[in-house]
């Protein structure tokens, strides 16, 4: 028998379905989904598979229909102080300064705001300077990076990403990647991603896991013990990696 | 010069010209002229009385803000954030917003009487139902992405009042406040006509009584002035309180 005594969290059999006016709507069919401490996960589908009603329940804000959600051994029912989670979107507050939006989780746990430790990491996510401007002056990645930032003030053990990368040109998107496989390297929490970008799950996701289908199942999971290795994308490895999670993929639609 | 001041010359000055060309047109009887309703305003404005009106209804606008604010505001703000209480309330606000309230006035002076109180629970009643509206959409408007993001930093639903659902209806609110500040001037013209001796809608119908045309047009005047202050007002509050939605 597996022992999963050590499991950082563990998604247990979890389904989901979701009540609407004309009936219910399945999203999530049985799946069973297990992350290491300091271990990346990425979990890659089309739109509607139930990646990101998977995401959101790991990460304590929707409840599964059937089955449960372990975070360290302990029932998951509601969000975790160590658990952190960015959006596509960004969910940040417009009218809060970048530097009000990094420091709010903080003052919401009444911690310490150490306001140079919020500085330093806002110059190492490259927005050094703009503390004191308001979201909607920044650009996309820029965004990015202060949801980034805010997540990452609360030292997570556990970093979830939303396709956080969806809404931003190529570059920029790969820019970021690198970034936070970087900041993986430095701190190593446990990371879970969801994209449909295939690049993107393949740079960061040691473990992948390919969903397909209407309501969402594991089609197969894909070990990719290189990811978020400096120089990752471009090499032999990761190309025949992206082949065969597009190959994958293309089989199921 | 700031571009508002200028605006505000450029837009009086303007006024003055067609208000004059009018006065010639239709004679200093029916429509006073600029010259003369700025005199005339000059020596009311010598008489405690003249501002007596002025305070009255300043005193009436300013408690019904005050009312309509503190109980359409966080109930419009419970509203939109609840579902299954705005489900519950919302047949009733469907059934009387459409009503037009000053068919009630003879009703609300009836229940709040002829004094301040009843004319006070009039203007509330008009700017009560347009906060409340605007409130409650504004609030139920909040993006599901704000709701996780702030739970997902550890936050409460006080948490979820206090730093998105209060900061992010607070444009909406400021918008509705000078809609309805507009309706509220105007009905104070009508409650002010019954049950009173004092207030600017008894200066201008007894103006009109005594066919003083010049004191008619400084109760208009006046009335201006005070939507003028108002709308400045909210428009200073909301630059202070609301600097992101500036830029």
Known sequence: MQDTSHDLIRCIAVTKTYRADNGPIPALSNTDVCLSPGETLAVVGPSGCGKSTLLLMMAGLEAPTTGRVEFKGEHLVRPHRAISLVLQDYGLFPWKTVRDNVELGLRIRRELVNRERVSDLLTELDIGDKGEVFPQQLSGGQKQRVALARALILDPSLLLLDEPFAALDTLTRERLQDLVAESWRARKFGMALVTHNIQEAVRLGQRILVMGGTPGEVLEVVDNPSACSPDYRGTQEFYELYRRVRGRLEQAL | ?247
């Open chain 2, 1 to 247: 010069m700031s571009s508002s001041r200028s605006g505000y010359v450029w837009g009086v000055l303007t006024l003055l010209a067609v208000w004059q060309v009018g006065a010639w047109w239709a004679g200093e009887s029916v429509l006073a002229g600029p010259a003369t309703v700025l005199a005339k305003l000059a020596s009311e404005a010598r008489t405690q009385k003249f501002w007596h009106h002025v305070g009255s209804s300043s005193i009436r606008v300013f408690a019904a803000l005050v009312v309509s604010f503190v109980s359409a505001v966080p109930l419009g703000l419970f509203l939109g954030s609840n579902a299954r209480a705005d489900r519950l309330a919302r047949p009733l606000i469907y059934l009387t917003y459409p009503v037009p309230k000053i068919v009630l006035l003879p009703l609300v002076l009836l229940i709040f009487g002829l004094g301040d109180m009843g004319k006070i629970a009039m203007l509330s009643l008009i700017l009560f139902f347009q906060l409340l509206i605007t409130t409650r959409d504004a609030a139920r408007a909040v993006p599901r992405s704000a709701r996780y993001a702030l739970f997902s930093l550890g936050g409460t639903k006080r948490h979820l009042f206090a730093h998105v659902i209060w900061p992010s209806t607070l444009p909406a609110v400021f918008t509705a406040l000078r809609i309805a500040t507009g309706t509220v001037v105007a009905v104070l013209f009508f409650v002010e006509s019954i049950g009173t001796r004092y207030g600017m809608g008894f200066y201008i119908l007894d103006a009109w009584g005594r066919a003083d045309v010049p004191q008619i047009f400084v109760g208009i005047v006046v009335l201006a002035l005070m939507g003028v202050i108002l709308y400045e007002t909210f428009d200073i509050l909301e630059r202070v309180f609301c600097k992101w939605s500036q830029l």
